[in-house]
């Protein structure tokens, strides 16, 4: 009798085991090679397509970390010639002066703002007084040098994040927001934008530009380590009493 309830509660054991939850959860079918010749093909899930930040960093819901990212605002807006009334406003009237005046001079030191590589000033600034005086002699109009200057203001949007000419124009009136169907296209669109705003506003672009950059980038300028300099001492001499 004794050896027949050992024998009952062994199965039922045996019973409970077979009937836990976390044993159901790893079973696995094991299939011979005509099943698996015989067995439905399973396509691997579709791959996601993911937008960009400006630093280069795919995002899909929105952000890294799943938060939506927005795009920053220009500090000052295309025909703010004068800045803002702030701590950068003497910066501002020197930008709209500039632009005036001399726009190779303030292109130049955008670029040298944007990449402080050597040589970056005088590679822009030369390159495109050429254009300056060769549009203004054949045409009587700068028209050539926005050829070369409008992809600097593509470089600051991309890389402070900034909200393009079509997006705004899209958020405002939502008219244009049908036409794009991913984040290439939109790119291009926006492109499109920054070179008609240096065809048709040449002098209020490189001037807000220019207001953008002296608030957010360093002149290479400062950049430089200070140096001590150490000085021999002096020329002692013995003097007799």
């Known amino acids: 009798m004794a050896g027949e309830d050992n ?27 005509e099943d698996a010749k015989t067995a439905p093909i399973v396509p691997p899930p579709a791959a996601e397509e993911h937008g960009w930040t400006a630093d280069g960093l795919p995002v899909t819901d929105g952000s890294v970390i799943g938060e ?26 020197e930008v709209c002066l ?9 292109y130049g030191t955008n670029a040298e703002r944007l990449g402080s590589a050597p040589g970056t000033f005088s590679n822009h600034c030369l390159t495109y007084s050429g ?33 393009g000419s079509f997006e705004a124009m899209n958020r405002s009136c939502g ?6 169907e991913d984040e290439m296209q939109r790119e291009h669109m926006e492109t499109t934008c920054d070179f008609v705003t240096h065809v048709l506003c040449h002098t209020c672009a490189l001037c807000q530009e220019g207001r953008e950059l002296r608030r957010k980038v360093l002149h290479p300028g ?15 001499t013995m003097g007799r009493k």
């Open 7 to 33: 024998n009952r509660e062994a199965r039922r054991g045996d019973d409970r085991e077979e009937s836990s939850p976390l044993l159901q959860g790893n079973d696995t079918k094991i299939y011979s090679k």
């Open 68 to 93: 939506p990212i927005g795009r920053n605002q220009w500090n000052s807006g295309l025909f703010s010639c004068f800045g803002r009334n702030d701590e950068f406003c003497s910066s501002d009237l």
């Open 98 to 106: 500039l632009g005036s005046v001399a726009p190779c001079v303030l």
């Open 131 to 163: 254009l300056y005086f060769i549009g203004n002699s054949l045409f009587g109009w700068n028209c050539l040098a926005p050829w070369f200057s409008y992809s600097s203001r593509s470089a600051i949007r991309r890389k402070f994040n900034l909200e």
């Open 175 to 180: 008219c244009c927001g049908s036409c794009i």
């Open 222 to 236: 400062f950049n430089a380590q200070s140096t001590v300099v150490v000085l021999p001492p002096s020329e002692q």
